[in-house]
Protein backbone atom coordinates (compact mmCIF):
# COMPACT_ATOMS: atom_id res chain seq x y z
CA UNK A 1 0.00 0.00 0.00
CA UNK A 2 3.11 2.19 1.27
CA UNK A 3 4.24 1.57 -2.86
CA UNK A 4 0.78 2.44 -4.35
CA UNK A 5 1.30 5.53 -1.99
CA UNK A 6 4.76 6.45 -3.45
CA UNK A 7 3.46 5.57 -6.98
CA UNK A 8 0.76 7.67 -6.99
CA UNK A 9 2.52 10.62 -5.61
CA UNK A 10 5.44 10.00 -8.14
CA UNK A 11 2.40 10.17 -11.12
CA UNK A 12 0.76 13.17 -9.78
CA UNK A 13 4.47 14.92 -9.55
CA UNK A 14 5.09 13.72 -13.11
CA UNK A 15 1.54 15.19 -14.28
CA UNK A 16 2.47 18.48 -12.47
CA UNK A 17 5.82 18.79 -13.94
CA UNK A 18 4.78 17.80 -18.09
CA UNK A 19 1.65 20.09 -17.18
CA UNK A 20 4.42 22.81 -16.19
CA UNK A 21 6.69 22.10 -18.90
CA UNK A 22 3.66 22.70 -21.45
CA UNK A 23 2.88 25.56 -19.75
CA UNK A 24 6.17 26.57 -19.88
CA UNK A 25 6.36 26.36 -23.80
CA UNK A 26 3.14 27.97 -24.68
CA UNK A 27 3.76 31.09 -22.07
CA UNK A 28 7.69 31.28 -22.10
CA UNK A 29 8.22 30.68 -18.53
CA UNK A 30 11.86 29.91 -17.58
CA UNK A 31 12.96 27.00 -15.22
CA UNK A 32 12.50 29.03 -12.13
CA UNK A 33 8.78 29.64 -12.53
CA UNK A 34 7.71 26.31 -13.22
CA UNK A 35 9.54 24.81 -9.74
CA UNK A 36 7.50 27.87 -8.09
CA UNK A 37 4.15 26.79 -10.08
CA UNK A 38 4.76 23.27 -9.41
CA UNK A 39 5.57 24.21 -5.45
CA UNK A 40 2.34 26.08 -5.53
CA UNK A 41 -0.14 23.99 -7.16
CA UNK A 42 0.95 20.43 -6.48
CA UNK A 43 3.40 20.27 -3.62
CA UNK A 44 1.51 22.34 -1.44
CA UNK A 45 -1.17 19.92 -1.27
CA UNK A 46 0.45 17.45 -0.79
CA UNK A 47 2.60 18.19 2.15
CA UNK A 48 0.25 20.67 4.06
CA UNK A 49 -2.93 21.28 4.64
CA UNK A 50 -5.17 23.15 2.04
CA UNK A 51 -5.30 26.93 1.74
CA UNK A 52 -8.09 28.63 2.13
CA UNK A 53 -8.93 30.86 -0.26
CA UNK A 54 -11.86 32.60 -1.91
CA UNK A 55 -12.55 31.31 -5.64
CA UNK A 56 -12.90 33.43 -8.33
CA UNK A 57 -16.22 33.50 -10.31
CA UNK A 58 -15.87 30.43 -13.04
CA UNK A 59 -16.62 31.99 -16.18
CA UNK A 60 -19.56 30.24 -18.24
CA UNK A 61 -21.97 30.88 -21.36
CA UNK A 62 -20.56 29.31 -24.74
CA UNK A 63 -16.95 30.50 -26.65
CA UNK A 64 -17.80 34.43 -28.08
CA UNK A 65 -14.64 34.59 -29.39
CA UNK A 66 -10.76 34.34 -29.03
CA UNK A 67 -8.43 37.05 -28.47
CA UNK A 68 -4.39 37.50 -28.22
CA UNK A 69 -3.07 35.71 -25.46
CA UNK A 70 -0.63 38.61 -24.41
CA UNK A 71 -3.89 41.14 -24.79
CA UNK A 72 -3.25 42.68 -28.06
CA UNK A 73 -5.81 44.14 -29.76
CA UNK A 74 -6.29 41.25 -31.90
CA UNK A 75 -9.59 38.54 -32.13
CA UNK A 76 -10.76 36.09 -33.75
CA UNK A 77 -13.98 34.38 -34.62
CA UNK A 78 -12.37 30.67 -34.66
CA UNK A 79 -9.66 28.99 -32.64
CA UNK A 80 -5.88 30.83 -33.90
CA UNK A 81 -2.11 30.56 -32.96
CA UNK A 82 -0.34 33.61 -33.03
CA UNK A 83 2.91 33.77 -35.14
CA UNK A 84 5.39 32.17 -32.51
CA UNK A 85 2.59 28.88 -32.51
CA UNK A 86 0.79 30.13 -28.82
CA UNK A 87 -2.88 29.34 -28.63
CA UNK A 88 -5.34 32.48 -28.56
CA UNK A 89 -7.70 32.53 -24.97
CA UNK A 90 -10.69 31.44 -25.41
CA UNK A 91 -13.48 34.05 -24.27
CA UNK A 92 -16.62 32.87 -22.77
CA UNK A 93 -20.10 35.04 -22.72
CA UNK A 94 -19.19 36.17 -19.46
CA UNK A 95 -15.89 37.34 -19.56
CA UNK A 96 -17.39 40.19 -22.22
CA UNK A 97 -19.16 42.88 -20.87
CA UNK A 98 -20.76 43.40 -24.58
CA UNK A 99 -22.79 40.36 -23.99
CA UNK A 100 -25.33 40.85 -21.36
CA UNK A 101 -25.96 37.51 -19.62
CA UNK A 102 -28.85 37.46 -17.65
CA UNK A 103 -29.15 34.25 -15.20
CA UNK A 104 -32.53 34.13 -14.64
CA UNK A 105 -33.91 33.22 -10.85
CA UNK A 106 -37.05 31.63 -9.72
CA UNK A 107 -38.89 34.05 -7.91
CA UNK A 108 -41.12 32.66 -4.97
CA UNK A 109 -44.04 32.02 -6.91
CA UNK A 110 -41.57 29.89 -9.56
CA UNK A 111 -41.88 32.82 -12.17
CA UNK A 112 -38.52 33.49 -14.00
CA UNK A 113 -37.24 36.69 -12.93
CA UNK A 114 -34.16 38.79 -13.85
CA UNK A 115 -31.07 40.78 -11.91
CA UNK A 116 -33.83 43.67 -11.09
CA UNK A 117 -36.51 41.54 -10.13
CA UNK A 118 -38.31 42.08 -13.79
CA UNK A 119 -40.55 39.32 -15.20
CA UNK A 120 -39.95 37.28 -17.89
CA UNK A 121 -41.92 37.16 -20.26
CA UNK A 122 -41.15 34.60 -22.22
CA UNK A 123 -37.62 33.61 -24.62
CA UNK A 124 -37.08 35.09 -28.04
CA UNK A 125 -35.07 33.47 -30.68
CA UNK A 126 -31.80 34.73 -30.60
CA UNK A 127 -31.38 35.17 -34.79
CA UNK A 128 -34.47 37.38 -34.93
CA UNK A 129 -36.96 34.24 -36.33
CA UNK A 130 -40.41 33.73 -35.43
CA UNK A 131 -40.45 31.10 -32.85
CA UNK A 132 -40.59 31.86 -28.88
CA UNK A 133 -40.33 29.62 -25.47
CA UNK A 134 -41.91 29.95 -22.17
CA UNK A 135 -38.54 28.55 -20.43
CA UNK A 136 -34.90 28.79 -21.93
CA UNK A 137 -33.51 26.76 -24.34
CA UNK A 138 -31.14 26.57 -27.19
CA UNK A 139 -31.09 27.32 -31.08
CA UNK A 140 -29.52 24.61 -33.05
CA UNK A 141 -26.45 26.09 -33.11
CA UNK A 142 -26.64 26.05 -29.00
CA UNK A 143 -27.09 29.99 -28.79
CA UNK A 144 -29.06 30.49 -25.43
CA UNK A 145 -32.66 32.65 -26.84
CA UNK A 146 -33.12 35.63 -25.21
CA UNK A 147 -35.23 36.59 -22.39
CA UNK A 148 -38.01 39.17 -22.57
CA UNK A 149 -38.68 41.37 -20.06
CA UNK A 150 -41.91 42.47 -18.62
CA UNK A 151 -41.91 46.17 -20.37
CA UNK A 152 -40.12 45.40 -23.24
CA UNK A 153 -42.30 43.61 -25.57
CA UNK A 154 -45.09 46.99 -25.20
CA UNK A 155 -42.73 48.89 -27.79
CA UNK A 156 -41.19 46.98 -30.86
CA UNK A 157 -39.15 50.00 -31.51
CA UNK A 158 -37.38 50.23 -28.23
CA UNK A 159 -34.17 48.79 -29.14
CA UNK A 160 -31.77 47.48 -25.73
CA UNK A 161 -28.31 47.75 -26.17
CA UNK A 162 -25.78 46.49 -24.05
CA UNK A 163 -23.27 48.53 -22.25
CA UNK A 164 -20.37 47.19 -23.97
CA UNK A 165 -22.06 47.61 -27.32
CA UNK A 166 -22.34 51.07 -26.65
CA UNK A 167 -19.03 51.31 -26.01
CA UNK A 168 -17.39 50.35 -28.98
CA UNK A 169 -19.85 52.24 -31.16
CA UNK A 170 -19.07 55.45 -29.71
CA UNK A 171 -23.08 56.30 -28.63
CA UNK A 172 -22.84 59.56 -27.37
CA UNK A 173 -26.15 61.42 -26.00
CA UNK A 174 -27.44 65.28 -25.52
CA UNK A 175 -29.81 66.89 -24.04
CA UNK A 176 -32.90 69.19 -25.90
CA UNK A 177 -32.56 72.45 -24.96
CA UNK A 178 -34.48 75.58 -25.20
CA UNK A 179 -32.58 78.63 -27.34
CA UNK A 180 -32.56 80.75 -30.35
CA UNK A 181 -31.69 79.46 -33.49
CA UNK A 182 -29.64 82.11 -35.60
CA UNK A 183 -27.92 80.85 -38.81
CA UNK A 184 -26.13 83.44 -41.76
CA UNK A 185 -27.60 83.16 -45.60
CA UNK A 186 -24.50 83.93 -47.68
CA UNK A 187 -25.33 85.11 -51.46
CA UNK A 188 -23.55 87.01 -53.86
CA UNK A 189 -24.52 90.47 -54.67
CA UNK A 190 -24.17 93.63 -56.35
CA UNK A 191 -23.23 97.40 -55.68
CA UNK A 192 -25.58 99.52 -57.58
CA UNK A 193 -26.39 103.32 -57.03
CA UNK A 194 -29.53 104.49 -55.21
CA UNK A 195 -32.16 105.72 -57.68
CA UNK A 196 -33.72 107.88 -55.47
CA UNK A 197 -30.50 109.59 -55.53
CA UNK A 198 -29.82 109.84 -59.12
CA UNK A 199 -30.60 113.56 -60.95
CA UNK A 200 -31.02 114.23 -64.42
CA UNK A 201 -30.14 118.05 -65.63
CA UNK A 202 -31.97 119.09 -68.79
CA UNK A 203 -34.05 122.80 -69.59
CA UNK A 204 -37.45 122.99 -70.25
CA UNK A 205 -37.53 124.57 -73.42
CA UNK A 206 -35.79 124.73 -76.61
CA UNK A 207 -32.24 126.10 -75.91
CA UNK A 208 -28.63 127.29 -77.66
CA UNK A 209 -25.90 126.20 -75.17
CA UNK A 210 -23.29 129.04 -74.86
CA UNK A 211 -20.84 127.65 -72.45
CA UNK A 212 -20.50 124.24 -70.93
CA UNK A 213 -18.39 124.03 -67.41
CA UNK A 214 -15.19 122.50 -67.47
CA UNK A 215 -16.33 118.96 -65.87
CA UNK A 216 -16.32 115.42 -67.80
CA UNK A 217 -17.72 111.95 -66.60
CA UNK A 218 -16.77 111.05 -62.80
CA UNK A 219 -15.77 114.59 -61.85
CA UNK A 220 -17.03 115.36 -58.54
CA UNK A 221 -19.40 118.11 -57.91
CA UNK A 222 -21.22 120.18 -55.11
CA UNK A 223 -24.57 121.20 -55.12
CA UNK A 224 -25.66 124.89 -57.06
CA UNK A 225 -22.00 124.55 -59.22
CA UNK A 226 -22.89 125.68 -62.44
CA UNK A 227 -22.98 123.09 -64.84
CA UNK A 228 -24.12 124.84 -68.34
CA UNK A 229 -24.75 128.64 -69.78
CA UNK A 230 -27.59 128.79 -72.31
CA UNK A 231 -30.07 131.30 -74.55
CA UNK A 232 -33.79 130.30 -74.57
CA UNK A 233 -36.00 132.74 -76.68
CA UNK A 234 -38.97 131.19 -74.86
CA UNK A 235 -37.06 132.73 -71.21
CA UNK A 236 -36.29 135.54 -72.69
CA UNK A 237 -39.92 136.65 -73.72
CA UNK A 238 -41.39 135.51 -70.88
CA UNK A 239 -38.81 137.15 -68.21
CA UNK A 240 -38.86 140.55 -71.01
CA UNK A 241 -43.33 140.11 -69.81
CA UNK A 242 -42.46 139.89 -66.54
CA UNK A 243 -40.23 143.52 -66.50
CA UNK A 244 -42.32 145.28 -68.46
CA UNK A 245 -45.22 143.94 -65.80
CA UNK A 246 -42.88 145.04 -63.04
CA UNK A 247 -41.87 148.80 -64.71
CA UNK A 248 -46.04 149.31 -65.42
CA UNK A 249 -46.59 148.85 -61.74
CA UNK A 250 -48.45 145.76 -61.67
CA UNK A 251 -49.66 144.23 -59.05
CA UNK A 252 -51.54 140.75 -58.71
CA UNK A 253 -52.47 138.50 -60.74
CA UNK A 254 -50.88 139.91 -63.94
CA UNK A 255 -47.48 140.17 -62.48
CA UNK A 256 -48.03 136.85 -60.69
CA UNK A 257 -48.61 135.17 -63.92
CA UNK A 258 -45.72 136.15 -65.61
CA UNK A 259 -43.40 135.13 -62.75
CA UNK A 260 -45.32 131.72 -62.57
CA UNK A 261 -44.48 131.40 -66.59
CA UNK A 262 -40.91 132.01 -65.46
CA UNK A 263 -40.77 129.10 -62.53
CA UNK A 264 -42.34 126.66 -65.30
CA UNK A 265 -39.85 127.30 -67.85
CA UNK A 266 -37.25 126.16 -64.95
CA UNK A 267 -35.22 129.70 -64.65
CA UNK A 268 -33.45 129.58 -61.56
CA UNK A 269 -34.25 131.83 -58.96
CA UNK A 270 -31.32 133.87 -59.16
CA UNK A 271 -32.17 134.78 -62.21
CA UNK A 272 -35.89 136.04 -61.51
CA UNK A 273 -34.47 137.77 -58.50
CA UNK A 274 -31.92 139.70 -61.15
CA UNK A 275 -34.83 140.51 -63.41
CA UNK A 276 -36.76 142.17 -60.20
CA UNK A 277 -33.93 144.40 -59.32
CA UNK A 278 -32.24 144.93 -62.72
CA UNK A 279 -35.83 145.28 -64.47
CA UNK A 280 -34.51 144.05 -67.49
CA UNK A 281 -34.23 140.36 -69.13
CA UNK A 282 -30.82 138.86 -68.85
CA UNK A 283 -29.09 137.45 -72.15
CA UNK A 284 -28.75 134.18 -70.81
CA UNK A 285 -29.69 131.94 -68.07
CA UNK A 286 -26.88 129.32 -66.12
CA UNK A 287 -28.02 125.81 -65.53
CA UNK A 288 -26.77 124.94 -61.21
CA UNK A 289 -25.88 121.41 -60.33
CA UNK A 290 -29.13 119.85 -58.21
CA UNK A 291 -27.30 117.94 -55.90
CA UNK A 292 -23.91 116.87 -54.67
CA UNK A 293 -22.34 113.80 -56.38
CA UNK A 294 -20.73 112.40 -59.29
CA UNK A 295 -21.31 113.37 -63.03
CA UNK A 296 -22.15 109.83 -64.42
CA UNK A 297 -22.68 111.71 -67.81
CA UNK A 298 -22.06 114.68 -69.75
CA UNK A 299 -23.85 115.27 -73.12
CA UNK A 300 -23.80 118.76 -73.05
CA UNK A 301 -21.22 120.58 -75.82
CA UNK A 302 -20.58 124.09 -76.48
CA UNK A 303 -22.90 125.46 -78.94
CA UNK A 304 -25.07 122.97 -79.21
CA UNK A 305 -28.88 123.29 -80.04
CA UNK A 306 -30.50 121.55 -77.04
CA UNK A 307 -34.13 120.21 -77.23
CA UNK A 308 -36.51 120.58 -74.62
CA UNK A 309 -36.59 117.76 -71.90
CA UNK A 310 -33.22 116.61 -73.80
CA UNK A 311 -30.51 115.56 -70.86
CA UNK A 312 -27.32 117.46 -70.95
CA UNK A 313 -25.93 115.50 -67.36
CA UNK A 314 -26.97 112.50 -65.20
CA UNK A 315 -25.42 113.55 -61.36
CA UNK A 316 -25.59 110.66 -59.01
CA UNK A 317 -24.85 111.13 -55.11
CA UNK A 318 -22.62 108.19 -53.97
CA UNK A 319 -22.60 108.84 -50.38
CA UNK A 320 -25.48 105.84 -49.82
CA UNK A 321 -25.27 102.80 -52.23
CA UNK A 322 -27.45 99.72 -52.74
CA UNK A 323 -26.73 96.01 -52.43
CA UNK A 324 -28.15 94.10 -54.46
CA UNK A 325 -28.16 90.24 -53.58
CA UNK A 326 -29.72 87.34 -55.35
CA UNK A 327 -31.10 84.93 -52.42
CA UNK A 328 -32.47 81.25 -53.08
CA UNK A 329 -35.82 80.77 -53.14
CA UNK A 330 -35.53 77.83 -50.75
CA UNK A 331 -34.33 80.27 -48.69
CA UNK A 332 -36.08 83.33 -49.25
CA UNK A 333 -38.67 82.18 -46.03
CA UNK A 334 -35.26 82.52 -43.82
CA UNK A 335 -35.08 86.34 -44.94
CA UNK A 336 -37.00 89.07 -43.32
CA UNK A 337 -36.75 92.47 -43.95
CA UNK A 338 -34.50 94.53 -41.24
CA UNK A 339 -32.35 91.34 -40.85
CA UNK A 340 -28.68 92.37 -40.44
CA UNK A 341 -26.58 91.92 -43.48
CA UNK A 342 -22.68 91.68 -43.73
CA UNK A 343 -21.14 92.91 -46.36
CA UNK A 344 -17.28 92.05 -47.48
CA UNK A 345 -16.16 93.54 -51.30
CA UNK A 346 -13.66 91.13 -52.82
CA UNK A 347 -11.61 94.52 -54.14
CA UNK A 348 -11.46 95.72 -50.35
CA UNK A 349 -9.83 93.19 -48.37
CA UNK A 350 -10.13 93.62 -44.76
CA UNK A 351 -13.14 95.94 -45.15
CA UNK A 352 -16.73 94.81 -43.61
CA UNK A 353 -19.79 96.82 -44.09
CA UNK A 354 -22.81 96.56 -42.00
CA UNK A 355 -26.60 97.41 -43.08
CA UNK A 356 -29.97 96.37 -42.97
CA UNK A 357 -32.59 94.54 -45.63
CA UNK A 358 -34.67 97.11 -46.55
CA UNK A 359 -36.39 95.53 -49.38
CA UNK A 360 -37.42 91.80 -50.77
CA UNK A 361 -38.41 92.41 -54.31
CA UNK A 362 -41.87 91.08 -55.13
CA UNK A 363 -41.02 89.12 -57.92
CA UNK A 364 -38.58 85.11 -58.31
CA UNK A 365 -35.98 85.49 -61.43
CA UNK A 366 -37.55 82.76 -63.92
CA UNK A 367 -34.22 81.82 -65.26
CA UNK A 368 -31.83 81.92 -61.77
CA UNK A 369 -35.51 81.32 -59.20
CA UNK A 370 -34.01 83.24 -56.85
CA UNK A 371 -35.26 86.39 -55.41
CA UNK A 372 -33.52 90.28 -55.19
CA UNK A 373 -33.04 91.81 -52.03
CA UNK A 374 -31.79 94.92 -51.93
CA UNK A 375 -29.77 96.40 -48.99
CA UNK A 376 -28.45 100.16 -47.83
CA UNK A 377 -25.06 101.17 -47.39
CA UNK A 378 -23.21 104.40 -46.26
CA UNK A 379 -20.16 105.45 -48.39
CA UNK A 380 -18.45 108.27 -46.47
CA UNK A 381 -15.58 108.02 -47.64
CA UNK A 382 -16.59 106.76 -51.22
CA UNK A 383 -14.55 103.56 -51.77
CA UNK A 384 -17.66 101.84 -52.57
CA UNK A 385 -18.41 102.11 -56.36
CA UNK A 386 -21.19 100.93 -58.71
CA UNK A 387 -21.16 97.35 -60.28
CA UNK A 388 -18.44 95.91 -57.24
CA UNK A 389 -19.00 92.36 -56.84
CA UNK A 390 -20.25 91.50 -52.78
CA UNK A 391 -20.15 89.22 -50.18
CA UNK A 392 -23.08 88.75 -48.45
CA UNK A 393 -24.39 87.22 -45.31
CA UNK A 394 -27.55 88.09 -43.74
CA UNK A 395 -28.17 87.18 -40.22
CA UNK A 396 -31.75 84.99 -40.22
CA UNK A 397 -33.39 84.22 -37.25
CA UNK A 398 -35.68 84.84 -34.78
CA UNK A 399 -35.36 85.59 -31.11
CA UNK A 400 -37.86 83.46 -29.46
CA UNK A 401 -36.85 80.76 -28.33
CA UNK A 402 -37.64 77.13 -29.25
CA UNK A 403 -36.30 73.38 -28.41
CA UNK A 404 -33.20 72.56 -30.25
CA UNK A 405 -31.27 69.20 -30.20
CA UNK A 406 -27.52 69.07 -32.24
CA UNK A 407 -27.68 68.94 -35.61
CA UNK A 408 -26.22 65.23 -35.83
CA UNK A 409 -28.94 64.10 -33.42
CA UNK A 410 -31.80 64.35 -36.70
CA UNK A 411 -32.09 61.43 -39.18
CA UNK A 412 -33.20 62.87 -42.38
CA UNK A 413 -34.52 60.39 -44.86
CA UNK A 414 -36.49 62.79 -47.12
CA UNK A 415 -40.04 61.68 -45.87
CA UNK A 416 -39.43 61.66 -42.42
CA UNK A 417 -37.53 63.14 -39.68
CA UNK A 418 -36.10 60.54 -36.64
CA UNK A 419 -34.32 61.12 -33.33
CA UNK A 420 -33.27 58.28 -31.34
CA UNK A 421 -34.49 58.99 -27.43
CA UNK A 422 -32.19 57.73 -24.81
CA UNK A 423 -34.75 56.14 -22.30
CA UNK A 424 -31.78 55.16 -19.92
CA UNK A 425 -30.59 51.63 -18.97
CA UNK A 426 -29.78 50.89 -22.16
CA UNK A 427 -33.13 51.61 -24.08
CA UNK A 428 -33.41 53.89 -26.90
CA UNK A 429 -36.71 54.67 -29.29
CA UNK A 430 -36.89 56.30 -32.60
CA UNK A 431 -39.37 58.93 -32.64
CA UNK A 432 -40.42 61.12 -35.61
CA UNK A 433 -40.24 64.58 -34.80
CA UNK A 434 -40.77 68.19 -37.17
CA UNK A 435 -37.96 69.64 -37.82
CA UNK A 436 -37.92 73.96 -38.45
CA UNK A 437 -35.13 76.11 -38.63
CA UNK A 438 -31.73 75.19 -39.05
CA UNK A 439 -28.29 76.93 -38.17
CA UNK A 440 -25.32 76.98 -35.91
CA UNK A 441 -25.14 73.24 -35.90
CA UNK A 442 -28.54 73.10 -34.12
CA UNK A 443 -32.08 71.77 -35.11
CA UNK A 444 -35.12 73.17 -34.23
CA UNK A 445 -37.75 70.72 -33.04
CA UNK A 446 -41.42 71.90 -33.77
CA UNK A 447 -43.33 68.50 -33.09
CA UNK A 448 -42.16 65.44 -31.38
CA UNK A 449 -39.58 65.93 -28.49
CA UNK A 450 -40.31 67.85 -25.20
CA UNK A 451 -37.04 70.29 -23.23
CA UNK A 452 -35.08 68.25 -21.64
CA UNK A 453 -35.05 64.62 -23.08
CA UNK A 454 -31.95 63.41 -23.97
CA UNK A 455 -31.32 62.26 -27.50
CA UNK A 456 -28.29 60.27 -29.17
CA UNK A 457 -25.95 62.45 -31.40
CA UNK A 458 -22.91 59.95 -32.44
CA UNK A 459 -23.89 56.23 -33.83
CA UNK A 460 -27.49 56.85 -33.83
CA UNK A 461 -27.97 55.53 -37.37
CA UNK A 462 -26.95 52.04 -36.27
CA UNK A 463 -29.85 52.32 -33.46
CA UNK A 464 -31.91 53.15 -35.93
CA UNK A 465 -30.65 50.26 -38.43
CA UNK A 466 -31.10 48.05 -35.96
CA UNK A 467 -34.90 49.33 -34.51
CA UNK A 468 -36.16 49.07 -38.31
CA UNK A 469 -34.98 45.33 -38.67
CA UNK A 470 -36.38 44.61 -35.16
CA UNK A 471 -39.89 46.26 -35.71
CA UNK A 472 -39.49 44.26 -39.88
CA UNK A 473 -38.69 41.38 -37.99
CA UNK A 474 -41.68 41.69 -35.48
CA UNK A 475 -44.06 42.28 -38.27
CA UNK A 476 -42.91 38.93 -39.79
CA UNK A 477 -43.75 37.22 -36.36
CA UNK A 478 -47.49 35.76 -35.81
CA UNK A 479 -49.03 37.06 -32.95
CA UNK A 480 -49.52 33.58 -31.61
CA UNK A 481 -46.29 32.74 -31.69
CA UNK A 482 -45.81 34.37 -27.93
CA UNK A 483 -46.72 32.35 -25.29
Known sequence: ????????????LAAGAGA????????????SDVVQMIETNIGRPLSAEPMTTTADPVPFGPIIYYRHPDGDPAYSSMPKRTEDGRDFVAILASEDISFEVRPEVKAAGGEATGPSGRKVLYYRNPMGLPDTSPVPKKDSMGMDYIPVFEGEADDGST???SAGKLQR??????????GAIRRQVRVPGIVTLDERRVSVVSTRTEAFLEEVADVTTGTAIEKGQPLVRFYAKEIAAAGALYAADLKGGARGSAADGSLQRLENLGVPADAIAEIEKTKKVPISVTLMAPRKGVILERMALDGMMAEA?????RIADVSTLWVMADVPEYELSSVRIGDKATVRIRSLPGKVYEGKVGLIYPEIQGQTRTARIRIELPNPDGLLLANMYAEVAIATGGTDPVVTVPDSAVIDTGNRQVVIVDKGEGSFEPRDVKIGMRGDDMAEIME??????????????????????????SALTPAEAQP
Open 20 to 31: GGYSAGQHDLSV
Open 1 to 12: MKRFGAFLTLAV
Open 169 to 178: TGVKTALATR
Open 159 to 161: VKV
Open 309 to 313: GQTLF
Open 448 to 473: GLAEGEKVVVSANFLIDAESNLKAAL
